[in-house]
């Protein structure tokens, strides 16, 4: 059920990061990295599953999003995922 905004200390404007903000000009990232960078984290850090589900829901639409600026490497194994990148 929606709330008052009265109820909340604070309401800061939604940013999010932009690629160039984000992402190393020379590396490509997992989306699960990618997921760790946008909450502040470092790309490697232990997260549990159910965080880092969460975490995914919002790295794919900033991926969606920002698909202009991305570029894409399909897995180097079929066990691994797929990359993005800053296009140059």
Known sequence: MPVPKSEFDSLPPCDFYTPAELLETDRMYTVYEI????????????IDRETEDILL???IPWVMT???????????DEDEPGYYGLKE
């Open 66 to 76: 920002n698909a202009d600026d991305l570029v894409v490497a399909e897995p180097r």
């Open 57 to 59: 829901d919002w790295a």
């Open 35 to 46: 997921a760790r960078l946008l909450q502040g984290l470092e790309p490697d850090a232990d």
